[in-house]
């Protein structure tokens, strides 16, 4: 089954000034990451607004990114909603469509104990076919629940096509559990832009990083050289896209990330309500901030 790996790029969705998903700004977007040498596209994740889009909405950026890969690079859909049915749905509809794998980020808001959440992933992926691979998505700042290293080797046991962990919080300890899950045999990529490099010294398989769509360059910087051995220049490549996740607030504003790819030729598109975008002042602080890096 395909796994994850490299730079993994959790895109954002472009909205229109009237509210719809930007398709040609979307096809722009995934050309750009493509050309730009990232290994893998994650649309429909938190970076890509994905509460704030319907299934209907969610099920055409799935087909618009994947047609516009055609298999040049991996593509894992982020299918995880508020409701398990339609979790269900939107993987099916990722698989119908030819995504290479889905990523489930874990039921959110309310509070689930370690059989609840051990059962919505196995019922999740029996709506699968066995071979087609699922990341747990495991954010708890944000979805609430988080996912024990003990709770990750029951769910991998329990579900054959559970590949590995999407895991989006700073603790390296954590990820050093994570590692060990099936007996070593289990993709861990963090979505801790900083802490790229570090994590591949762990074993990791990649990062799953917002910043790097604004700026795919310094994070295939840092995977080509971790790679190739080289890790002076790794760890200089680092340095640099960490100067970049600073700039982009770790990727806690995705308005920031729309308004850099429009700098850089790319049409970011609107943020979907309550979100907001930036106002003209700030457009024009944030230019000034990154035009040496433009």
């Known amino acids: 089954m395909k796994k994850l790996y490299g730079v993994i790029t959790a895109m954002t969705t472009p909205f229109t000034a009237d509210n719809k998903v930007d ?3 979307l096809e722009a977007q995934t050309e750009y990451l493509i050309q730009k040498g990232v290994q893998c596209l994650y649309p429909c ?3 890509g607004e994905m509460y704030l889009m319907s299934a209907e909405e969610r099920e055409l950026v799935a087909e618009t990114v994947v047609k516009k890969a055609a298999g040049r690079v991996t593509v894992f859909i982020h299918v995880g909603a508020m409701d398990q049915d339609e979790t269900i749905r939107l993987a099916q509809h990722a698989q119908k469509i030819g995504a290479d794998g889905v990523g489930v980020v874990t039921p959110s808001y309310f509070t689930v104990d370690e059989k609840a959440m051990v ?7 029996a709506a699968l076919p066995e071979d087609f691979p699922v990341y747990v998505y495991v954010i708890p700042q944000l979805a609430h629940n988080d996912v024990s290293a003990e709770t990750m080797e029951k769910i ?4 054959k096509n559970v590949v590995g962990v999407k895991y989006s919080f700073a603790d390296m300890r954590r990820i050093n559990d994570y ?3 099936r007996g070593g045999n289990f993709s861990v990529v963090p979505g801790a832009d900083d ?3 570090p994590c591949l010294a762990c074993g990791c398989d990649g990062v799953v990083s917002g910043c790097s769509g604004p700026f795919p360059e310094a994070f295939v910087n840092v995977y080509k050289a971790f790679q190739s051995g080289d890790l002076a220049a790794a760890r200089k490549a680092q340095v640099e896209a960490t100067k970049l996740v600073k700039v982009m607030q770790f990727g806690g504003d995705m308005s920031i990330f729309k308004n850099i790819l429009t700098f850089r030729g790319v049409p970011g598109g609107h943020m979907r309500k309550p979100l907001m975008d930036l106002d003209e002042a700030d457009v024009a602080k944030l230019k ?3 035009a040496p890096y433009l």
Not at 156 to 159: D, N
């Open 23 to 25: 398709v040609a700004a």
């Open 45 to 47: 994740g938190t970076t």
């Open 119 to 125: 059962e919505y992933y196995k019922t999740v992926c």
């Open 156 to 159: 991998a046991a329990a579900c």
């Open 179 to 181: 590692l060990h899950v």
């Open 195 to 197: 802490l790229f490099l």
């Open 288 to 290: 000034e901030t990154v």
